[in-house]
């Protein structure tokens, strides 16, 4: 098994920026993959970016270009840093870990609890 921890979230004036981390234990010798995903109230969880162990980054379009997604290994811990948020970028923010290079929602068996996180005045 495998057991993720989100930490790092809040509220945040629009414009701010965030950093999340998810720190990861258990049997981590099959994961591939990290990734964070948020849910927005009456919507579908989405991905927000990934990361595979060799480090090659994938991010949504929404949050490209404003938005970081980093990897060590050594401490078994994956970051999100969040630039210039938006009231958009409310949601709760989860760490979610799979066994291979996905970036498809169903093939991360492994998830966090979430972290919430609200961008507003």
């Known amino acids: 098994q495998v057991q993720l921890v989100e930490s790092g979230g809040g509220l945040v004036q629009p414009g701010g920026s965030l950093s999340l981390s998810c720190a990861a234990s258990?049997?981590?010798?099959?994961?591939?993959?990290m990734g964070w995903y948020r849910q927005a109230p009456g919507k579908e969880r989405e991905l927000v970016a990934s990361?595979?162990?060799?480090?090659?980054?994938n991010y949504a379009d929404s949050v490209k270009g404003r938005s970081a997604i980093s990897r060590d290994n050594a401490k078994n811990t994956v970051y999100l840093q969040m630039n210039s948020l938006k009231p958009e970028d409310t949601a709760i923010y989860y760490c979610?870990?799979?066994?291979?290079?996905?970036?498809?929602?169903?093939?991360?068996?492994?998830w966090g609890q979430g972290t919430q996180v609200t961008v507003s005045l």
């Open positions: 990361i595979t162990t060799g480090g090659t980054a």
């Open positions: 979610a870990a799979s066994t291979l290079p996905s970036r498809v929602k169903d093939e991360y068996p492994y």
């Open positions: 258990g049997n981590l010798f099959s994961i591939d993959t």
